[in-house]
């Protein structure tokens, strides 16, 4: 089988090209719903080689293939590895035209690719690709407003879900990244002891994000609070004094949790200026938050990013849906008339990077989506994209089972319709402001894009189709229209 298409990226050719030359490329462009994990990325376009983890052992491996490199124009990776050499026979050609639309600098790319695998299989992965690439150009020309120089950032939980996102696309962006890692560090990490971190952790940095902290999901006994309590409030005010005491880090942003609110404010809109609420998780955004205080009398700048579900097929509730629909069990709880309020995860990457550059942003941030939605709006729409029933009601037993009464009432069935007012003033775009959207690209039932083989910079600019409709190349920012 074979496949070749092409879809019109909004930045000039030689921004693209170089946002694939970048590391973070590879990671940015992988599918989450399949089962590839990048290991190393080349360094040469020309003659380098990727390497991704399979399952079972096996590894791909992709190598850049010297005949086919024009620089700045085309390059070729050919799949080396035995079996999968054999069973794929593989052959990707990446090239990038420059192009006008309307008038303005634009890149067509176009996928070639030469193998035994089905086509079916293909086109969920380079609809996804197409949209990435797209999606982070548009984003990158946005940073761009307000910072087009490199800088440096420690992000600690830099190996969680949130942390390796943002590092790849930090690294695409150009901007160096630091990890704080617990362990023994490698190349491009530094040790930090959340207890004790070293005088000198943040030398050199402009930025520190800080993301890390034992993961919610669990029951909450006494010993799993404590061990949520303890990695969040603490930690966090030692690394503030370092911020606070830096000549060169002026800007510090912290996760937080849409948690602050409480669990059950039902109707309620909740933006930035809304009242904390009660519970352990209230108290602990409270706490975590209040921890930053340091850096803020210093007269840094802080941000905390009150974050809400994140949508993403890596890991976290999507997958864990994904597979009771998929079996079967998918189902609203209760009576399904609970507000749920989530993020994508590139949106969220995008929200940390726009805190980054952005100096007028500061203290909390609601890093949500701006279409909240009920939990039986939520399931209806798991269910039509797996083309799975949702019949059966969940009762609320379910997840006092896994997570005890209190975890649950405070996380999985939470009652919150928040909003992010502040970023909705500035004019923030998101990638996904439907929930529809966010889960066809994280789990793959996205459609190929297909670049018109006509005059393109004289095609007029159509207008935007409603929220629900299909995205198409040219509603992207970049050609006139948002």
């Avoid at 269910?383 to 997840?399: C, D, E, S, V, W």
Wanted: aromatic fraction near 8%.
């Amino acid at each position: 089988m074979s496949l070749n298409t092409s879809h019109i990226v909004p930045a000039r050719r030689e921004e693209v090209w170089a946002w694939h030359s970048r590391p973070g490329a590879v990671a940015r462009l992988n599918p989450p719903f399949y089962p590839f994990t990048p290991i190393t990325q080349t360094t040469d376009l020309a003659k380098g080689t990727t390497v991704f983890a399979l399952p079972a052992g096996l590894k791909w491996e992709a190598r850049h293939d010297l005949s086919g490199y024009v620089k700045g124009f085309r390059f070729t990776d050919v799949c080396v590895s035995a079996p999968i050499r054999a069973l794929a026979t593989w052959r990707h050609s990446h090239s990038f035209m420059s192009i006008e639309v309307n008038g303005v600098p634009a890149t067509k790319v176009t996928d070639e690719v030469h193998t035994r695998l089905p086509q079916s299989s293909l086109a969920p992965m380079f609809a996804y690709r197409q949209q990435q690439l797209i999606h982070d150009m548009s984003a990158m020309q946005r940073f761009q407003q307000f910072s087009d120089h490199p800088f440096t950032v420690a992000i600690t939980g830099s190996r969680g879900l949130v942390g390796r996102a943002l590092a790849a696309q930090l690294t695409t962006l150009g901007h160096k990244v630091i990890q704080l890692v617990r362990t023994t560090p490698k190349k491009r990490q530094r040790r930090w002891d959340p207890q004790s971190p070293a005088a000198d952790l943040l030398a050199g940095v402009d930025v520190l994000v800080h993301l890390a902290g034992e993961p919610i999901m669990g029951r909450f006994t006494d010993a799993h609070k404590q061990a949520l309590w303890d990695s969040r409030v603490g930690p966090t005010a030692k690394l503030a004094e370092l911020v606070a005491k830096s000549p060169q880090c002026d800007t510090m942003i912290s996760a937080s949790a849409i948690g602050v609110y409480s669990f059950n404010r039902g109707d309620e809109i909740l933006t930035e200026s809304s009242e904390a609420g009660e519970g352990f998780l209230a108290e602990l955004s409270q706490a975590w938050e209040a921890d930053c205080e340091a850096a803020v009398s210093a007269g840094k700048r802080v941000v905390n990013l009150r974050t809400g579900v994140v949508m993403s097929g890596r890991g976290g509730m999507l997958p864990l849906l994904r597979t009771l629909f998929s079996t079967g069990l998918g189902g609203q709880f209760h009576d399904g008339t609970a507000w749920f309020s989530w993020i994508a995860l590139d949106d969220l990457t995008d929200i940390i990077i726009t805190a980054a550059v952005d100096s007028s942003l500061s203290g909390p941030i609601n890093a949500v989506s701006p279409n909240p939605i009920h939990n039986s709006e939520m399931v209806r729409t798991l269910g039509k994209q797996l083309h799975r029933p949702a019949r059966f009601p969940i009762p609320n037993l379910g997840p006092r089972i896994l997570l005890g009464s209190q975890g649950a009432e405070e996380f999985v069935l939470a009652d919150q319709r928040v909003l992010p007012a502040t970023l909705l003033k500035r004019g923030h775009v998101f990638r996904y402001r439907q929930f529809a959207a966010a889960v066809a690209h994280e789990l793959g039932y996205e459609q190929l894009f297909d670049a018109p083989e006509v005059d393109i910079a004289a095609m007029p600019l159509p207008e935007v189709e409603s929220e629900s409709a299909p995205s198409r190349w040219w509603r992207f920012p970049g050609f006139g229209r948002d």
